[in-house]
Structures are given as C-alpha cells and as structure tokens.
C-alpha cells in the first residue's frame, strides 16, 4: 500500500502533464480513495499560469487580451460557485460509483494494473461523451449544463464556467464503469478527463494537425461552443474527438465562430447564470397543454415545441451574421476595478478555507460559504448595474466585518487585519451614502 502523505504533493512536471492527460499508471494508481489527490484542486496555480500566458500570447498577437474582463470574472465565479458544496460532503459522482461497487460489482480488475488504467481512461471518456450529449439533448439536463455556454466568448476562464448542480446527473453515465472498475482508478480519471478540457477552450491555438483525427482540440471544442447553426449540437467530446466520428457528431471548424447560447441571457449575475433556464422550463412546462406535452418539455430538446421532432428545428435557431457584440458591463472602470479587488479578496478567502477546511467548524464552513455566494452576486449587481447593487454591496460589506469580529472569517495576512477593517468600514460608509442618494433620486427603486 502506498503512504497517503506522499501522494499528497504534486510536482511541477506532474502538474503540467495532469493538465494534458499526459501522466503515467504508475505514478497515479492508487489502493485506496483516501490516497487519490484533489488533483482539480492542486491545479489552481496552473489554471491562473496558463490563463496569464493566453493572456500575453493574445496581446502579442492580436494587441488585445483573450477576453473582457467581466466575462472572465463571471466565468471564475461560476468555477467558485461548483466547488462550494465539496466543502460539506463528497461528490454524489463518487458517493453514487461507491456504493454500486461495494453492493454490485461483477469483478474486481487489479487497482494497480495498467491495463486497468487505460481501460478506465477509455470508459470515462466513453460515458462523458454520452453524458455531454444528453446534456445537450435533453432539456433538464441542459437546464445545468448551459451554464458553461453562457459565455458569449471563449478563453481559458470560459472553461471554469461550471454549473453547481450538473454532477446530479453527470455519475448516472459513469456507473456501469462501478461494476468492475475500482473507485480509486475511477477518481483519478474523472479528475484528468475534466482538467484535460481546460486547455482546449482557447482560440490562440489553431490547428493541431494530425493530433485532430484523434483528440478533442481547441479547434473542435470552439466549434462545440458556438451559437452559429453548423455548430449546435456537435462534438461532444472529452478528450478523445473519436467518439463524435463514429456517433456522427463530428463537424469541423468552417466559419467565424460566434460564442454563447442561442438565446443570450445579457447578464454578470451568478444567480441567473446558473439557474435563469428552469425558470424557462417551468414557465414554459405550464404554459404547455397536455401532460404528455409537459413531459416532453422536460426531457425532450431545448428546442422542442409541440408538433416538432425531438431535438427541434435547426431553422429556428437564430442565424448569426458574425458580427455580434458580446454583451459587456456599463459599469465604470472604477468600478470594475473594485470590483475586481473584491473578487482577488474572496478568491484568498476560498483557497484559505479550501486548503484548512479539515480543521474548521461546521458553521464557520457554512458561514464562509454563505458569505462567498454573497460576494459573488453582489460582484454580479455591481457589474449588470442592478438598482440594488450599492444597498447589497453595503450589506455585504457589514457582513465582512461581523464575520471577522465572530472569527469565522480572518485576513490572511494577520498584520493588516485592522487595515481590512478600516477598509470594509469605508467601503460600507461609500456604499450607504450612495444607496440613499439613489433612494432619494429615484424612490421607485
């Protein structure tokens, strides 16, 4: 058996490689689940590398950065937002896979087989390929998955669009694998499947050559993300393109790519971003006559209408000219730079809590969680210019320092404890004074 504590560390070889699917059986077969790394987790410092090296690529070449700020920080807080509920309990994707292999399994291959290893990369690949294809395809599941389409640009930060709920459906596609393969192989591969896909959402790499006949590229994954008609609903690979070749799913890139749902929602709010395509399935569920009908918007297309086959009609899918403006905040570049202060303060705060959430209480996990959903969508008020945004901001603000006088939250660094305070302190007064100002300007609001 192979000593946990020394499975905990991950290189900087290992850390590059994890992010290419490019590690080896040996060095990642574990006995047991306890020994498998967070590798998603231990991938932060190369998610931000690879995001500043875009960054910079894309200012050599084009003189411009990979993509707007705001998009990027809806995009991040979305990754935030899909990792919070692992504070509190284990992925239903492992718990689920867990208990089909301790009450069904068929055989039990050998955990340290590399045979195994590959067998294992193949079956996730296969049952994500089915999984994101049913996402697409059938309207519930599409309810959580658009979150990630949302962006109407695509960069790196476009990958760390998650949506918080879409594991609740994800592992049923997995499950089969739970018959015989053993969960720490599993664990691992679900890990790098995912993390292979980050470096894929990015249009400063062009074609890849003959490496496009056999693996999900940037190029095939742009083609994924696009709203233009030859792009809906194609290449719905993981890390292997094969899968959408024999399915008939494959398109390749033909003309400019236009990013995001067909249907943009025009919003920075985390809340819409994740939830606003129920509340289009219920409304929609209701307005609907007939119970078979109302089934049919469930779990038929997002794009099914009474009297129209399964998937909808391709020709009623908006036509895109490749001259749309992605939708943009109209807030100031003061205010974005506060904004983009605050979100650097809660990003400390959620890898802190992450890194010491062992040795933290219960409530003080649950407080600090409560307290980085309201920094989220206060961030998203700010930058949509909602009426409210100064009067939540100045609530959240207030929130901060309780928190810090409770000690559920403290700074990082100890020595600038009181400067934080001095600074929330300011940050309420600001906010106040300009809630009321708009108060009195406008009482409608």
């Known amino acids: 058996m192979k000593n946990p504590e020394a499975q905990q560390d991950v290189s900087v070889s290992q850390g590059i490689r994890m992010m290419f699917y490019a590690m080896k059986p040996n060095e990642t077969s574990f006995e047991t689940l306890e020994e498998v790394p967070d590798y998603v987790q231990k991938a932060t410092p ?7 090296l875009e960054l910079v690529v894309s200012w ?3 003189g411009k950065p990979s993509g707007p700020l705001d998009d990027a920080l809806t995009s991040i807080s979305a990754g935030v937002l899909s990792r919070l509920p692992s504070w509190f309990s284990r992925s239903i994707e492992l718990t689920s896979y867990i208990y089909i292999w301790e009450n069904y399994r068929l055989i039990s291959l050998p955990w340290d087989s590399p045979w ?3 067998l294992t990369f193949l079956g996730v690949d296969f049952g994500y390929y089915w999984f994101h294809r049913m996402a697409h395809e059938v309207n519930i599941m599409w309810a959580a998955h658009q979150t990630h389409h949302s962006s109407e640009d695509y960069n790196l930060s476009t990958a760390l669009r998650q949506s918080v709920f ?11 694998l739970a018959l015989f393969i053993p969960p720490s192989v599993y664990a691992v ?8 896909q980050f470096w894929i959402h990015t249009k400063v790499i062009d074609n890849l050559g003959p490496l496009e006949l056999i693996l999900n590229t940037p190029s095939h994954h742009r083609v994924h993300h696009g709203r233009n008609r030859y792009c809906v ?4 690979a993981g890390t292997l393109i094969i899968w959408d070749r024999i399915f008939g799913t ?9 990013y995001g749902l067909t249907h943009p929602i025009n919003s920075f709010e985390p809340f819409k971003v994740q939830f606003h395509h129920l509340l289009t399935i219920w409304t929609t569920f209701w307005a609907t006559p007939g119970f078979f009908n109302k089934f049919s918007v469930i779990f038929k297309g997002p794009g099914w209408g009474p009297g129209k086959p399964r998937l909808g009609l391709n020709e009623e899918i908006p036509e895109v000219k490749g001259e749309e403006v992605p939708f943009s905040s109209a807030a100031s570049r003061l205010l974005k730079t506060y904004a ?3 979100f650097a303060l809660i990003l400390t705060f959620y890898e802190e809590t992450y890194t010491d959430k062992a040795v933290l209480s219960q409530v003080t996990l649950l407080l600090r969680a409560c307290f980085i959903i309201l920094t989220l969508t206060s961030i998203g008020f700010l930058l949509d210019q909602r009426p409210k945004a100064a009067v939540l901001e100045a609530f959240r603000c207030l929130v901060f320092l309780m928190l810090c006088r409770l000690g559920h939250l403290k700074s990082f660094l100890p020595s600038l404890s009181f400067a934080f305070e001095v600074f929330f302190s300011i940050c309420i007064a600001f906010w106040g004074v300009r809630s009321m100002k708009q108060l009195v300007s406008d009482p409608g609001k």
């Open 233 to 236: 609903d194609k290449n719905f």
């Open 189 to 196: 591969h679900l890990q790098f499947n995912l993390l292979y």
């Open 116 to 118: 195994t290893w590959y």
């Open 46 to 52: 190369f998610f931000i590398s690879m995001m500043l």
């Open 60 to 62: 050599i070449h084009k």
């Open 166 to 176: 879409q594991l609740y459906t994800s592992w049923i596609f997995y499950s089969p």
């Open 340 to 342: 983009v202060v605050q």
């Open 250 to 258: 494959f398109e390749a890139e033909k003309e400019k790519v236009v």
